[in-house]
């Protein structure tokens, strides 16, 4: 998460081998991503009491510990994205290929990655700037069979060369990164996709119709509040939020995808204010 620079700390994962099947359901899957991100989670309560001095949102080892459960409650259709996210790795992965997952936070997507990829010689590179996060996803990842190489890496994401890439997944990353940074983010991101790689950006958006932009907003407090957050959570989280995360509406991330040579996108997953998008680098020589 694009919080504060470091020097990248590269390690690779150790596994075992074997394969699940690339041809299971989209429950199975959904399945799936939930019991990964339950691993050794607790219940998040990081705001339930009031904080005198509210500092901003961070990545820290209190958020690691509950995270699983703070996304779970939080991101409307998140084990949906997670689910899709493999399936699309199965489509679009090419042999001999790298797969980057940029914010892994716990390595739900590149484990999801890791299940489906049947091409041979692909790797996957997964990059946080958390160093909690970093350590936990070893842990997680390590858990679980594959042929799959993974090389985790303890970065920040704009400091990371993107080389022959088939598939980029950035599930809700760039809405932590400066707004200053993020074209130039797309642009090496295209640059180092192979013809016909895929770019997977989720994010939570900024309406531009003011009244919808509200109704969506209280649709995920809705969300959130049946997922058992009081008032109090609610409003802590989100002062906590406000000078680190920064939406932008669909049309700009269309726009900064289209500028950066992106032949092909659009939005594939809406639920309220979240959703996920696709963006297809041509097969096809640019035309001079």
Not at 16 to 44: K, T, W, Y
Not at 97 to 104: F, I, K
Not at 147 to 175: K, R
């Amino acid at each position: 998460m694009d919080l504060k620079a470091r020097h990248p700390v590269r390690e690779p994962v150790t596994t075992r081998p074997g394969r699940v099947s690339p041809n299971d359901s989209i429950e199975q899957n959904s399945r799936f991503a939930h019991r990964l991100s339950g691993c050794a989670s607790m219940h998040d309560q990081i705001f339930a009491a009031p904080i005198a001095r509210l500092g901003d949102f961070c990545f820290d080892e209190q958020v690691v510990d509950v995270f699983p459960d703070m996304i779970q409650r939080s991101v409307p259709g998140y084990s949906n994205i997670i689910s899709a996210i493999g399936m699309m790795a199965a489509r679009y992965a090419q042999p001999e290929s790298r797969l980057y997952d940029l914010g892994c936070s716990l390595g739900a997507a590149t484990q999801a990655m890791r299940r489906h990829v049947a091409q041979p010689g692909c790797r996957i590179t997964a990059v946080d700037l958390s160093h909690p996060m970093i350590e936990r996803a070893r842990a997680h990842l390590s858990g679980f069979k594959s042929e799959v190489p993974v090389e985790l890496i303890e970065a920040d994401i704009c400091d990371i060369e993107i080389e022959n890439a088939s598939v980029v997944v950035l599930n809700f990353t760039l809405q932590f990164v400066a707004p200053e940074k993020r074209a130039a983010l797309i642009q090496r991101i295209f640059d180092g996709l192979r013809p016909g790689g895929i770019l997977i950006l989720s994010e939570k958006f900024r309406f531009e119709d003011e009244q919808v932009n509200e109704l969506l907003i209280d649709l995920h407090l809705d969300f959130k509040r049946a997922n058992g957050y009081s008032e109090l959570e609610i409003s802590q989280k989100r002062t906590a939020l406000e000078n680190v995360m920064r939406t932008d509406s669909l049309p700009v991330h269309q726009a900064r995808l289209r500028e950066a040579g992106f032949a092909h996108q659009d939005l594939w997953f809406q639920c309220f204010n979240f959703g996920s998008m696709i963006a297809i680098k041509s097969s096809e020589p640019a035309q001079p």
